[in-house]
């Protein structure tokens, strides 16, 4: 396990590299800089810009200058927000998407999961069904048409909810039911077809053949086994949260990292695109890891080596 660890913990870092690496030189392929649309500026002072920033250097003088920064823990000064470190806009941004997040993965998370054991143990029949046409809309619709779906229904028709902007936690739940959508589906169908695995298995026969109440052979072996693939796929589906908080949040006016990061890109923010892309893929790696070794956890029989 500890081998593993160091093992797991070195791919982290040279994965973390490699996304710093191609960001910063597909960054600066992109024609124009920071400065390029601010055409009062004259020549003089645009210059003194470049050169406070050091963008007057040579790629790879900056790429280096970069990266001994960053192992410093230093993510530089934002080139649009005056006086705002890159670190400080991650620290004010971060918990407000963390929330919406965590809200969503909770929701998508406990109701995927249900719904598939539901499913499964009324194989073929209404809630089977319904449930399988859930997944299909959760999967095939994108997450912006449910957002407007439930802004108008819930929001304006209703008026259960705020239809937008951020404080309490009924500004939570639009935002977060539309972000866990699709999560509801993928883990409800996976749960579906795993139970579904596990209940035509000899151990489970055996089981029932044995005079085990039906509660007991779904909770303590049929869960428990058919519940694996689910948490394989908790990596990338967490991946799929994080992306797409960013247009979430664009929509309910939410103030979290997801305003940052397309501003970032829109003006041409350098220090701002990379610290974003790096945090977000920091947080994703250590997610996956994370989920690596509750697989070894769930399943004493799988080896961490």
């Known amino acids: 396990m500890f081998k593993y660890t160091l093992k797991r913990l070195g791919t ?41 920033y050091g963008l007057d250097k040579p790629l790879v003088v900056q790429y280096f200058t970069y990266l001994k920064n960053l192992l410093r823990g230093d993510l530089g000064m934002s080139l649009k927000y005056k006086n705002r470190t890159v670190a400080s806009m991650l620290k004010s941004g971060f918990p407000v998407s963390a929330q919406l997040g965590i809200a969503a993965g909770l929701f998508g998370i406990t109701l995927g999961i249900f719904l598939g054991i539901v499913a499964a143990l009324n194989h073929k029949g209404f809630f089977d069904y319904f449930v399988i046409l859930l997944a299909i809309l959760g999967v095939s619709v994108p997450n912006f048409v449910f957002s407007a779906l439930f802004q108008y229904w819930f929001g304006v ?5 705020p239809v937008a902007r951020w404080g309490t936690p009924y500004h939570v739940i639009l935002p977060a039911w539309a972000l ?16 579904l695995d596990v209940l035509n298995q000899d151990y489970i026969k055996t089981a029932k053949a044995k005079g085990l109440s039906k509660s007991v052979v779904i909770w303590k072996h049929a869960i428990r086994n058919a519940i694996l693939p689910v948490v394989t796929v908790l990596g990338p589906i967490v991946a799929m949260l994080l992306t797409g908080t960013f247009i979430i ?3 309910f006016g939410i103030p979290g990292l997801g305003k940052y990061y397309i501003q970032s890109i829109q003006q041409r923010d350098y220090t701002l695109i990379l610290g974003t892309t790096v945090f977000y893929s920091a947080v994703l790696v250590f997610i996956i890891f994370l989920v690596d070794i509750a697989y070894g956890l769930i399943d004493p029989r799988i080896r961490l080596d």
């Open 180 to 195: 866990g959508m699709r999560m509801i589906a993928f883990q409800a169908r996976m749960m579906r077809t795993s139970m």
């Open 12 to 52: 982290m870092v040279l994965t973390l590299w490699v996304v710093v690496t191609i960001t910063f030189f597909l960054m600066h392929a992109i024609p124009g800089d920071p400065f390029t649309d601010q055409k009062r500026i004259p020549a003089e002072i645009l210059e003194n810009l470049k050169a406070k």
């Open 157 to 161: 028709k209703l008026q259960w909810f």
């Open 249 to 251: 949040e664009r929509i």
